[in-house]
């Protein structure tokens, strides 16, 4: 999950980019509405958290903007106005929803997966995703392997992820650590590598093909709910 982040006041900017790392998003933070529009012709994001008082161009003609050039990433308004008239007006402008300042940090990253997911799945929510013996629960990001709980860390929930919702497809490596991480922040070489031995490690050996060259995909759902003889290994949650 990459979110982009678009806020001038220093110390806001920094504690919501760390509170979003700490739940797991990588996070690229600008200051202003024209380098955010620049981040979005170059980078695609899941989220963006736009605060309304930008210098230069603002938060609101940056949404418009936006809108106009039908880009449709989820935006997650950052306001210091909390008058009701005002943010109806900017929902109706195409915002998905807003925070008031201040705001708790758990709350933005609880706001940003929301978004997110009614972006991915449209109405039905936070439904589970299944796949053969596996079966991903967002909204508690949990993860079973034949009805049994298998402890996941959050990179690797999100490698899983997004296997799960591109079953059918090969994903790179550069777009999985393109969800994961953000700009400057220090990736290992083998990073993804070791998220999928892990995942493959705790689910089954089978679960993830490597294509040379490629990337990753899931083994189709049929092969997995066979051959019961491999030992899943799961560590129970
Ligand atoms: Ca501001």
Redo the contacts with the bound molecule.
Sequence with gaps: MRVLLA???AMLGRATCLGLMQSGYAVDWVTSAEQGLAALDTQNYDCVLL?L??PGMSGEECLRVMRTQARYTPVIIITARGHVEDRIQLLDEGADDYLVKPFDLDEVAARVRAVVRRAQVGDVGEEDVVHGPLTLQPASRSVLWNGRHVALTTKEFWVLELLMRRRSRTVSRQQIEEALYGWGEEIESNAVQVHIHHLRRKLDPRLIITTRGMGYQLAPAQMLNSDPGVQAGGEAA
């Design positions: 806020e001038d006041d605060d008082g930008l």
